[in-house]
């Protein structure tokens, strides 16, 4: 009973370990990181000469961050003491924290600057300034009421509901005793990590750009530590933020490069998440000559993890899916870590390695999947030339040539005789068989300058063999009987030494041999040409006479409607010249009259304007006229 | 069969003749003005082709649309058709004529290119 309970209870543990794996295996790994020689740019950024107190704050309290003393300390410190405004509580925030970034420089404030500071610490001072009082009494070592600020970032944070201003908030509240309800500020981590843009699943960032993510990820961290709490980030998120903030390699400003110092300074030194940076020194290719397979394994700030350990999980070959390592470590050398892969004896291919470092449990993306390239020298052996007779009457006659010499005397192939190679490709070192991608044989008259390539191909044992047939290959040569330079190209990713080798001298006789006609260089660059251009045809018509036959046909029955109402007696006898209905007519002819100009001059709206005024009034002309023969119609009646 | 049908022909041209009023004939001329105008615009289509296609939509449109018109201003005049027609005196069923008419040789000359 209590045996299969243990049973199970392993199957269940190496189920979720698996799972676990599995899971780990998918995990994010940062793709954008800072070099050495981006630290080093960023150390040059920040220690540009000051121009006044800001800067000095920034380059001052940006180098402590990356672990660099200012070059000139008692410059810097008479210098911040020249400039600091005791009225201005930014000033007195600057000159306070950069004067404790440097050690034995102290600044003295008077009772007044004190109280000043005091009274900025209230719901009508904005996130900002609260933020530069507290840090300024901290730094300066002056006592501050933590629980009075926490109600006032509370009030404020609920006003100024922006990324910067909860993010100083943030930061002023990791100033505070730790005694104070920091509860409520804590979970404005999460709220604001929500606000996080995630583009493409690699970068996460605010829309508010690299400086607001850089100072939220030093916020959040400095105030995770100061109360003890992990930051509700997952490791994930944490990589694409490494990725966005390192993205960018050089500063626009000294507030950004401070910044990204800053977030630098955090993530490679907090209680919680410390990402890790796993990359090969140079190419990840190893050979004889260079057997060690070398890796930086850093943090963000591009400084060697010392005292992790580093294992290669699983190395297998790409190609034939074979492990060829499995959990081996790797040694630490001056702070590269290296592994003696071709001590392994891995064939000549590309090689998948799973590395995990492992020795802090605040590691984050720490395992980290590499290809590795191996490459080797290529050796040819057996290189035989000969001429075979096609009816294979005569017997063949074999010549060999060593590499990387020329067969001394030309072979001599007419339509009768086919040309034949066959050599083998070895490793140099271990004799093993190679297939490299490319393995071609080019033909080359020196005379025309024509060149033919083929295709050497590998039979099943690995033996390359290449034929000419002289009588059907002659399209290729357009049947141009000469001499032929015969050359082996040999070409690999993985090859160090490709060869291009002049083989031997090939003399080629064609059949039906045509007049040499020069070869024809391919010019794609001369002027081709020219192009006339067509314009469109004007349609067909119909002769003029068909036209003007039917247009008299067409307007011949308005002389039958004519003679049709003469004949029926219609008249305007009725007529009445009151001033409506000549009126009325004038202006029907006249909309009449723009609808020809309309059609000959007009636009729509230009005759739309017209109509308008000369419709209105043959409207109330003609209605006038129409109730006139109404009236007169009824009184008849 | 032919003679009844001339027969019948006869009959409704001497019927037509008598009944119906000079107004109304008037206006008959002028449909059958219209009719032949249409006719005529569609039989030079068949024959030479629709180039420019557009003239001639616009042209016989614009024949068929006076048809419609002029054919509901006479029913709308007819003494015989008062009953159906109460709030609508010939004046107003020719303001309509007119108005209507107006819109379609907008819409016709806009379209005849």
Known sequence: MEA?????????????LVFVLALEAQALTPSHYLVASDVDRLQAVLSQPFTDLKSAYFSVVGLSKLGVSVADSNDACSFIKANVDSSSIEALFYAAEASQAISSCEIHVSNETRDSLHAAVSEDSTV???????????????????????????????????????????QTASRLSQQAELGEILEEIEDLAARLDDLGGVYL??????????????????????????PPLKEDQVIQLVNSIFSKKSWDSLSEAFSVASAAAALSNNRFHKPVVVSAVGPATVSHSHPLLQ?????????????????????????????????????????????????????????????????DSRLVANHVE????????????????S???????????????????????????????????????????????????????????????????????????????FELDTAERKTEFDSISGTYALYLMVGDATLENPVLWNVADVVLKFPDEEAPSTVQSKNLYVPKPEIQHLFREPEKRPPTVLSNTFTALVLSPFLLLLI???????????????????????????????????????????????????????FLAGNRMLAQKAVKRTHEH | MSSSVISVISR???????????????????????????ALQFLYCLLVGTFPFNSFLSGFISCVGSFILAVCLRIQINPQNKAEFLSTSPERAFADFLFAHTVLHLVAINFVG
């Open chain 1, 295 to 359: 890796l930086h394994v850093t943090d963000v700030l591009c400084q060697p993890l010392s005292s992790a350990n580093v294992l290669v999980e699983s190395a297998t070959s790409v190609a034939s899916k074979a492990a060829i390592l499995s959990q081996t470590p790797f040694t630490l050398r001056d702070g590269i870590f290296e592994l003696n892969f071709m001590a392994s004896k891995p064939a000549s291919g590309y090689y998948q390695f799973s590395v995990a470092v492992t020795g």
């Open chain 1, 205 to 230: 960032q605010f829309e508010e750009g690299l400086e607001a993510t850089a100072l939220f990820v030093s916020a959040a961290y400095a105030l995770s530590d100061h109360v003890d709490m992990e």
């Open chain 1, 564 to 618: 049709l109402w003469f004949k029926l007696g219609a008249n305007i006898s009725n007529f009445s010249f009151s001033p409506s209905s000549v009126l009325f007519h004038v202006g029907h002819a006249a909309m009449l009259g723009l609808m020809y100009v309309y059609w000959t001059h007009l636009n729509m709206f230009q005759t739309l304007k017209y109509l308008a005024i000369i419709g209105s009034l043959t």
């Open chain 1, 387 to 465: 001429v075979v007779d096609k009816d294979q009457s005569i017997g063949t006659k074999t010549t060999r040539v060593e590499y990387p010499n020329k067969g001394k005397a030309s072979f001599i192939a007419d339509s009768h005789q086919n040309f034949a190679m066959t050599f083998q490709l070895v490793d140099e070192t271990t004799g093993v068989e190679l297939t490299p991608h490319q393995t071609f044989v080019r033909l080359h008259n020196q005379k025309t300058g024509q060149e033919v390539v083929f295709v050497a191909e590998p039979d099943s044992k690995n033996l390359y063999k």
């Open chain 1, 4 to 16: 299969s309970g243990s049973f199970l209870h392993a199957i269940l543990n190496l189920s979720l």
């Open chain 1, 370 to 385: 590499l290809k590795v390239k191996v490459s080797t020298k290529v050796a040819i052996n057996n290189m035989d030339l």
């Open chain 1, 128 to 170: 900002s300034q609260i933020h530069q009082a507290v840090s300024a009494l901290s730094s300066l070592g002056l006592p501050l009421a933590s629980q009075e600020v926490v109600s006032a970032l509370k009030a404020r944070i609920s006003k100024e509901d922006n990324v910067v201003a909860i993010t100083l908030a943030l």
């Open chain 2, 12 to 38: 409704f041209l001497e019927e037509y003749n008598s009944s119906t009023s000079t107004k109304l004939k008037v206006v008959d001329a002028y449909l059958l003005y219209i009719l032949l105008t249409g």
